[in-house]
């Protein structure tokens, strides 16, 4: 069985987390990634660095005094740590972006490959720049007002581009990467560059 943690973003509420329940072996009640959204889908287009949190795991046990007890705490730790996203996330909506700043931001994101001999790598690198930026100011929701202009824009955009854009991957294997692959590691990144743009703008 899976429940939904719904939190508040700068465009509304979005569900964030999902809690799989196995009875299966004793494995006990699998609270996956809880402070680690993947995206929220509609004009929100957001994604959460899965980088933060760590799976939670609540044993089942015959004592259900025990277990609640232990549930409890558990839900506990997320909705503190959804407080903070929920924070983070407005902060973000609020921090304005001109079209120099928006740049810088995705370079960070999108990083030059570390061989300058690499053509490829630095071409895909340019492509995915110019594309998240095009999405910066087209992306779903990113013409909101509150939204546009911002770096909550910018980070959209980015996961916008990764869990959405046209792929020579399968479904399956497109899943994979933005799950636990290279799209993974990308939003991860924005978040966490987003996040320092915050600390530094403090």
């Not at 004009?43 to 609540?58: K, P």
């Not at 506990?76 to 996330?89: A, E, P």
Request: charged share 20%; aromatic share 8%.
């Amino acid at each position: 069985m899976a429940h939904e943690l719904w939190i508040d973003t700068a465009s509304g509420t979005a569900p964030m987390f999902y809690v799989d329940e196995d009875p299966w072996h004793g494995l006990g009640t699998k609270l996956a990634n809880p402070a680690t959204p993947i995206r929220v889908v509609c004009n929100n287009t957001l994604t959460m660095a899965l980088s933060e949190g760590e799976t939670i795991r609540v044993p089942h046990t015959q004592d259900v005094h025990i277990m609640l007890q232990r549930t409890e705490r558990t839900l506990g730790i997320i909705n503190r740590r959804y407080t903070n996203i929920s924070q983070v996330f407005k902060a973000m909506a609020r921090h304005q972006l001109n079209q120099e700043k928006v740049r810088q931001y995705l370079a960070s994101v999108f990083p030059a490959p570390n061989d300058p001999e690499d053509q490829y790598g630095l071409r895909r690198t340019m492509e995915q720049r110019a594309l998240a930026e095009l999405l910066f100011d087209q992306g779903k929701g990113n013409r909101m007002r509150g939204v546009s202009g911002t770096l909550w824009a910018a980070y959209n955009g980015v996961t916008e581009l990764i869990d959405h854009r046209r792929t020579k991957q399968t479904p399956d294997q497109h899943l994979t990467s933005i799950w636990y692959g290279d799209g993974y590691l990308t939003k991860a990144r924005a978040y966490c560059k987003a996040t320092t743009l915050l600390k530094k703008a403090a």
